[in-house]
């Protein structure tokens, strides 16, 4: 019974966070590169990015961590269509649902294992087990998750993105956090009142 209840609201969050996204794409630009207001000198230093330096290195994050290069830490990347960013699970580490609505994400697994899942729009859902090694796409906008079920080891993805700000919409926060009203979502998720606060108090969000 708990399990259909879960599967349930798993389901329609997906939809409620689905039915929000906007599709875009990087627009293309009229120069070889976009240079930001009041640069006066670019040289090599301006299209290379440091903060990746001993991401791969450290000791294992307590909680899901991500370290991006996109756009708002690599300005160079602006209009170049691409991102990447680096994803560290603990034992048991998940990043939660949420969608990119500006780009699909590429996903590769270089330590650990992963089990990642998407939902379409007619509500069915994708699941895969990955090694060391696999990739998987999540296909633009639409909502994702990955879990590392190791109850032991860490794991760590690198995602590459098809645009330089693709943009991320936790479905947990963007539904539970952002003050929507407690008897709206009640009725959405088909529950009551003291479940949705219930809810809303675990994730820091307006009860």
Same mark, same amino acid.
């Given at each position: 019974?708990?399990?259909?209840?879960?599967?349930?609201?798993?389901?329609?969050?997906?939809?409620?966070?689905?039915?929000?996204?906007?599709?875009?794409?990087?627009?293309?630009?009229?120069?070889?590169?976009?240079?930001?207001?009041?640069?006066?000198?670019?040289?090599?230093?301006?299209?290379?990015?440091?903060?990746?330096?001993?991401?791969?290195?450290?000791?294992?994050?307590?909680?899901?961590?991500?370290?991006?290069?996109?756009?708002?830490?690599? &300005?160079?990347?602006?209009?170049?269509?691409?991102?990447?960013?680096?994803?560290?699970? &603990?034992?048991?580490?998940?990043?939660?649902? %949420?969608?990119?609505?500006?780009?699909?994400?590429?996903?590769?697994?270089?330590?650990?294992?992963?089990?990642?899942?998407?939902?379409?729009?007619?509500?069915?859902?994708?699941?895969?087990?990955?090694?060391?090694?696999?990739?998987?796409?999540?296909?633009?906008?639409?909502? %994702?998750?990955?879990?590392?079920?190791?109850?032991?080891?860490?794991?760590?993805?690198?995602?590459?993105?098809?645009?330089?700000?693709?943009?991320?919409?936790?479905?947990?926060?963007?539904?539970?956090?952002?003050?929507?009203?407690?008897?709206?979502?009640?009725?959405?998720?088909?529950?009551?009142?003291?479940?949705?606060?219930?809810?809303?108090?675990?994730?820091?969000?307006?009860?």
């Amino acid at each position: 019974m708990a399990s259909t209840m879960l599967k349930h609201l798993f389901f329609t969050v997906a939809v409620f966070a689905t039915s929000w996204i906007a599709q875009a794409s990087d627009p293309d630009t009229l120069s070889d590169f976009i240079v930001p207001e009041n640069s006066n000198a670019i040289n090599g230093s301006f299209f290379t990015f440091t903060g990746m330096r001993g991401v791969l290195d450290s000791s294992v994050p307590p909680n899901f961590k991500v370290t991006k290069a996109s756009m708002a830490e690599f &300005p160079a990347l602006n209009g170049q269509s691409v991102s990447f960013a680096v994803l560290q699970y &603990p034992a048991e580490g998940v990043n939660p649902p %949420h969608t990119h609505p500006r780009s699909a994400e590429h996903l590769f697994v270089v330590e650990g294992a992963l089990v990642v899942g998407f939902v379409d729009t007619t509500n069915k859902l994708y699941t895969q087990t990955l090694e060391l090694g696999d990739m998987f796409v999540f296909p633009k906008g639409l909502v %994702h998750f990955q879990y590392n079920a190791n109850a032991q080891e860490p794991a760590v993805a690198i995602s590459a993105f098809g645009s330089a700000n693709a943009g991320t919409v936790s479905v947990p926060l963007s539904v539970f956090t952002t003050g929507i009203d407690d008897g709206i979502l009640a009725k959405s998720f088909k529950t009551d009142v003291a479940t949705i606060q219930k809810i809303k108090s675990g994730l820091g969000g307006k009860a």
